[in-house]
């Protein structure tokens, strides 16, 4: 849930652009990003890469497509429809045992979890703390 905020946030961003300046590529952006999120970062939209989920296609287990991420999301960009697919998606999602939301079973995908950015961040913390610990002959020597 805390992903799709993040996402819907970057929607509504490029919306309130739109509105703002009247420039039709802020709204056009804004629905390329929801349509095609879920394949841009190898199965992870923004919100998925800060929270380290991945959406896979159940065929095969690899990472969404654009044609399934399109398949996952086209109901979201189809104004009217939109607030129709919303209310049936959170409502399909409680009721599935598995939270699997109706765009996913849609697409034949589903969000499971990947990479964490608190590990990637803790990773590059540990490597860097290791490189400004070598003295200047170590790294002379590793270099070598």
Avoid at 70 to 91: K, T
């Amino acid at each position: 849930m805390l992903a799709s905020i993040v996402d819907i946030s970057l929607f509504l961003s490029s919306f309130y652009l739109f509105l703002f300046y009247g420039k039709i590529y802020f709204l056009a952006f804004g629905c390329a990003y929801i349509l095609f999120r879920d394949s841009l970062l190898q199965g992870k939209s923004v919100g998925k890469f800060v929270f380290g989920l991945i959406v896979i296609r159940l065929s095969d287990g690899k990472p969404c497509s654009i044609s399934r991420s399109i398949l996952r999301n086209i109901f979201f960009v189809i104004p009217g429809i939109n607030i129709v697919a919303l209310i049936f998606e959170v409502y399909y999602c409680i009721k599935d045992k598995q939270g699997i939301r109706l765009g996913d079973k849609f697409a034949m995908t589903q969000v499971v979890e990947g990479k964490k950015v608190p590990e990637l961040v803790k990773f590059l913390q540990n490597f860097f703390s290791y490189i400004d610990s070598l003295t200047e002959d170590e790294v002379q020597q590793k270099v070598r």
